[in-house]
Structure formats: structure tokens, C-alpha cells
């Protein structure tokens, strides 16, 4: 075998994805641009769209129920759909992002021309559906066709595209409604037509664009057999995400509560802040012509803390690293709160847009933290129904808003815009606690790149080193080494070692261990790994593929660092009878500059050998399942 250790990867698929430049990736991501245009749109302008068509303050949360149940139901569908989908010449995620758009430039054209309620309502059933239909695929592709280093610098600059998306959207709402004037016999401005048909545009040149110019990650033989065998059908696609919410990252669950209330208070934001703010500032209605200048000026606002938004995205990545996700994104709802609390009292045009500093702020870590966090959580195979259940936890809330805030606003409120924003801030304040309330995960289950907790400082150990090649003895060794990553709140690295000149040759036993010749052996042996250890919770596993020997293999992973730790079986099963320790776990014991945990693996045999790796196995936190180790 050789003799020189050669590190293959840390990230067993980093192989296969070419490093990127910053502006292929701004290209990759220029399509949000378009999607996001649409979003504002919607956000923005829908809600006095309705007003002028004759809908009543009170009715709105019902008739914007379109957004939350086209969530709930398209973004997951489509996202376990888009898992298990390759075409040669379209790809995995392509299809769903242009098929999403298409629907979504179509309805943008045809919105303007409503000339009923009823009309406009079903255009917002259809336009959202393209937008989600679009937007998790989308946010999938990115995950997969990045390196993971590269992966947060590919989610700031999506958090600026949508950003700069949702700008134009709501400047051109302000400007055209002030540069064009009239509107339609059905009551529909026409500075509506010229908004809609820019968006139109926009989409169609960016999401076009980028999915001329970026090329998917093809899958292996392996994947390709797996992606065929798999259902397509919908009780399938709902069961797999059933099943995906099952075994969900811990960190997920973690966001959940604060989601309740950040989502549920967003929602009212956008359907009464042009309302709120004709009260205050115009002293006037919806039901009065100069509403028409509140609706403009709202528009602007919301511009206002989008252009924020772009501005403070490339400052959270460094302050979650340090202070932890939990705090950085608290921090920004508190602000958040206080905001639109003020908002409510303000009785000053040009003091609106000050208020929107702190909303603009708070909205860089909703649309940023919790992506970038799930991306770096899951595998990157499982990214789109995992990117759709996360859009679930927000769809939820507002499903909850759009069905219970018209009987609050209603009675509750007085029907009065300014105490509609002021219950926001509450309930934005309310998540600020919320996310303070819940413990972070443990450090197998935590985010390596956005972590919700801050940084914490091992005492003992920080990384638990454990080999893999597939063996019995292997699985056993990897389930001790898992459960005492998780007691020591270390991260677990499985690496294989293989034979870089023996591909085509048939794996062989040595000293009880199996010989993994060629990388594809070892790879495959790292998959069956991960696949056992997340089999229960997903977690984010550190994998490494070596070329060379076992010993050195796992000596060359575990370094200089004195925190790691090198979990190794003391002798492979079959190993010859009367030997202590074999030559693998000896060689590692003699070399190593960290410590070396020796597991008891030659007693073990066969049936008794499988009930000590289920006993390991449930022993871990979490209740993990387990793999094996090149213990060598």
C-alpha cells in the first residue's frame, strides 16, 4: 500500500465542485434578482391592489392566504421532487427554477389587466405558486453546486441579489406611481402595468441568465442508480418528507418557536404598513384618493430596509461565528421591535424611512441565518426537501396570521392600521425571547458554518478521529467513537484509507481489517458510514478519504492538535487468536501526539458483535445510528 498519506478531501463531495470565482457565483445567484422583484411586488402592492379593488382593511389577511398554502404545499413537494430528479441536459434543480419562473412571468403580465377582487385573487394564488415553485430548488442549487467553504459567501451574495431585488421592486412602486397617473375603469393605477411588466423583464433576463450560465454538479453511478430507484410519485414524495422531519437536525427544531412569532408579525407588517402609515402621516384611509400616496410611500419604505438588508448582509456571517446565531439573530429582533414600535407613532414622513434601519437590519438575518445554517446541516443530496420544510415553519405562522388576524384587527384593534404595526413589534420582541429561550444543539448537530450557539471552548477534546472500511468490527468502533464525540460535545471525523493503485482489484482482509482499493471503495465505505450515523437525527459529519496506509491515515487526519482524539479497535475481527493488539492500533498508539482510545473489538464476534453496535448505538445523545471504521 502506499506509503504517503494524501488527504482526498475533508468534504467527501467537495471533489467534484470545482472552486468558483465570486463573480461566477454572483452570476449563479443573479436569478434571486428576478424572483425576489416578484416577491416585492407581491408584498407591496397586492394588498392596495385589493383595497382599490374594493376589498375591505379587515379582509386582507384572508385574501393573502394564497402565499402561506402554496408554501405549505408547493415548496416541500417540490423540494423532495427536485432530489430525486436528474436530467442530462436540464439537470436536478433547473427544471423547477424555470418551470417556477415561466408561471411566474406569465401571471406578472396578466396581473395588471384584473378587473374584479376575485380576478386579482386568483392571479396571487398563481403568481405565488411560481414563486415558490422557483425559489427553494433555487436555494438548493446553490448549496449543491458549492464548495462548503464557499457556501456562506454563495448565501451573502443571494441575500444580496434578493435584497437588490426587493429595492427596485418597491422604488419603482414609489417613482412610477408618481411619474405615471390615471388608472384603468376597474380602479387599477397604471403605474401597476409599468411595476408588473418591469418584473416581468427583470425575471426573464435574470433567472435566464443564470441558468444559462451555471452547470450542475452531475451525479456519480451510485447516486444516479439511487435517484432512479426512488418513487416519484405524491404519497411517496409526502412520505419521504414525513420521514425527512422525523430525523430533522435538532438545530431546526431550535428556530421553530421564535419562527411562530417573527413570521406571524411579518405578515401583518406587510398587509397594514401602508395602512399604518396613511393614519399617521396622511391622516386618511383606504377608502380616500390620497391613500393612493400612502400605498407609493410605503413601497419606498419597504425599498428602504431592503436596501439595509444588503448592506448589513455581509457583516452577520462573522458575528454569528463569534457570538452564535442565537444572540446575533435576538439582537436583530429586538431592533427589530423597537422599530415598528416607533413606527406606529410616527406622525413624520421622512422619519419612516429611519425606522425601517432597524427592520431592514433584522430582515438580513430572517432571510440569511436559518439558510445558511440548514445548507451546512444537511446533506447536500437531502438540500431541497430540507430547504421546503424550513420554508414550512414560515408558511405556517402566516397561515395562522391570515386566519385569525381579521377578527383581531377587526375587534381587537379597532380596525386601526398603527395598532396592527405596534402588535408586529410585540411579536417581534416575543421572538427576540423566544430564540434566547432555547439551548443550542450539541456540537455533532450544530451548523460548522452559521452555528446557532456561540463558539464554545472544549475542555478535553474538540475532534474524535475514527477510521472506516466497512467491517463489523468497524461499525462497532465508529458507534463507542460517536458516543464519546457526543459526551465530549466534539465533532466526529470518519476517515477510509485506501489503495490508490488497486481500483480495479477486489478488497482483501489484513490483520482483520478490510484493504479498500481505490478511492470509489473508500468513499462508498464513508457513505454506508454517515448514512448509519445520521440514520436517527442528520448531523453534520466531518468525512475524509486518504490515500495510504490505515495507521498513517488516521495519524495524518488527527495532526499536531493535542484536542483530537483517535478512537481505534484493538484488533479487526478474525484477527489471529492470542494477539493483544494489532499492528494498526500498535503503530497508532506508538506515533501519536494526541490521545488514543482503544475499543475492546476482538471479544466480539458475529451476533453478539451486531447487539454491542445497537447498544452503542442507542447509548449516543440522540439516539445515533452508527457505521464502521477502517479501525487501521
Request: overall charge neutral; hydrophobic content about 50%.
Amino acid at each position: 500500500m502506499a506509503t504517503n498519506v494524501e488527504v482526498a478531501g475533508i468534504d467527501a463531495e467537495d471533489r467534484r465542485r470545482p472552486l468558483m470565482t465570486t463573480g461566477n457565483i454572483a452570476w449563479m445567484n443573479l436569478g434571486f434578482f428576478g424572483v425576489q422583484f416578484s416577491f416585492g411586488l407581491t408584498q407591496t402592492a397586492v394588498n392596495p391592489l385589493f383595497l382599490l379593488l374594493g376589498a375591505d382593511a379587515h379582509s386582507l389577511p384572508i385574501l393573502n392566504i394564497a402565499g402561506p398554502i402554496t408554501g405549505l404545499l408547493i415548496q416541500p413537494f417540490i423540494g423532495a421532487m427536485s432530489d430525486k430528479t436528474w436530467s442530462p441536459r436540464w439537470g436536478k434543480r433547473k427544471p423547477y427554477v424555470l418551470g417556477g419562473s415561466l408561471l411566474m412571468v406569465l401571471i406578472l403580465f396578466l396581473f395588471p389587466l384584473v378587473s374584479a377582487l376575485w380576478m386579482a385573487v386568483l392571479c396571487l394564488w398563481l403568481v405565488d405558486a411560481g414563486n415558490n415553485s422557483a425559489m427553494e430548488p433555487y436555494r438548493a442549487l446553490i448549496s449543491d453546486r458549492l464548495r462548503k467553504l464557499q457556501i456562506p459567501k454563495g448565501f451573502l451574495i443571494q441575500s444580496m441579489f434578493t435584497g437588490a431585488g426587493a429595492v427596485l421592486a418597491n422604488v419603482s412602486l414609489y417613482v412610477m406611481q408618481k411619474l405615471v397617473t390615471g388608472a384603468t375603469g376597474a380602479n387599477v393605477p397604471y403605474w401597476v402595468f409599468v411595476c408588473f411588466w418591469l418584473g416581468v423583464v427583470c425575471a426573464l433576463v435574470t433567472v435566464g441568465l443564470a441558468m444559462v450560465r451555471t452547470k450542475e454538479v452531475e451525479p456519480t453511478p451510485e447516486e444516479l442508480t439511487h435517484i432512479k430507484s426512488q418513487s416519484k410519485g405524491p404519497v411517496a414524495t409526502i412520505a419521504e418528507i414525513a420521514e425527512a422531519v422525523k430525523v430533522m437536525p435538532i438545530g431546526m427544531h431550535k428556530i421553530g418557536l421564535a419562527f411562530l412569532f417573527q413570521w406571524y408579525a411579518m405578515f401583518i407588517y406587510w398587509q397594514f404598513v401602508s395602512v399604518s402609515v396613511a393614519e399617521s402621516v396622511w391622516n386618511t384611509t383606504p377608502d380616500t384618493p390620497l391613500y393612493e400616496e400612502a400605498a407609493g410611500w410605503s413601497g419606498l419604505m419597504n425599498g428602504g430596509y431592503n436596501f439595509v438588508t444588503m448592506i448589513s448582509a455581509m457583516f452577520l456571517l462573522p458575528l454569528c461565528r463569534r457570538f452564535g446565531g442565537k444572540k446575533v439573530h435576538a439582537g436583530t429582533l429586538a431592533l427589530a421591535a423597537l422599530s415598528l414600535a416607533w413606527l406606529s407613532t410616527i406622525d413624520t414622513q421622512g422619519l419612516t424611512l429611519v425606522a425601517m434601519i432597524g427592520l431592514g437590519i433584522c430582515w438580513a438575518s430572517m432571510v440569511g441565518v436559518p439558510y445558511l445554517m440548514v445548507a451546512s446541516m444537511v446533506p447536500r443530496e437531502r438540500t431541497g426537501v430540507y430547504m421546503g420544510i424550513l420554508n414550512m415553519m414560515i408558511v405556517v405562522p402566516m397561515l395562522l396570521q391570515t386566519l385569525t388576524f381579521g377578527w383581531i384587527f377587526e375587534n381587537l384593534l379597532g380596525s386601526h392600521g398603527t395598532s396592527a404595526i405596534l402588535l408586529a413589534g410585540v411579536l417581534l420582541g416575543c421572538a427576540a425571547v423566544a430564540i434566547l429561550w432555547v439551548n443550542p444543539p450539541k456540537v455533532d448537530e450544530e451548523s460548522s458554518v452559521m452555528p446557532l450557539g456561540a463558539h464554545r471552548e472544549i475542555t478535553v477534546y474538540d475532534r474524535v478521529v475514527v477510521g472506516s472500511d466497512g467491517s463489523p468490527s468497524a461499525l462497532y468502533a465508529v458507534a463507542r467513537a460517536h458516543e464519546v464525540a457526543a459526551a465530549a460535545e466534539a465533532r466526529i471525523v470518519v476517515v477510509s484509507a485506501f489503495d490508490p493503485d488497486g481500483g480495479a482489484r477486489q478488497q482483501q482482509q489484513e490483520d482483520g481489517r478490510t484493504l479498500l482499493h481505490g478511492e470509489d471503495a473508500a468513499r462508498a465505505a464513508l457513505r454506508r458510514s454517515v448514512q448509519e450515523i445520521t440514520s436517527s437525527r442528520v448531523r453534520d459529519v466531518e468525512q475524509v478519504a486518504v490515500a495510504g496506509a490505515p495507521a498513517e491515515a488516521l495519524l495524518r487526519v488527527a495532526g499536531q492538535n493535542p484536542a483530537s482524539l483517535i478512537v481505534v479497535g484493538n484488533r479487526g475481527l478474525g484477527a489471529r487468536e492470542g494477539e493483544a493488539l494489532g499492528s494498526v492500533p500498535g503503530e497508532i498508539v506508538q506515533k501519536a501526539n494526541c490521545d488514543v482510545l482503544v475499543i475492546q473489538t476482538s471479544a466480539l464476534t458475529g451476533h453478539t458483535l451486531d447487539e454491542a453496535a445497537d447498544r452503542a448505538r442507542l447509548a449516543g445523545r440522540g439516539g445515533t445510528a452508527v457505521p464502521r471504521t477502517a479501525e487501521g
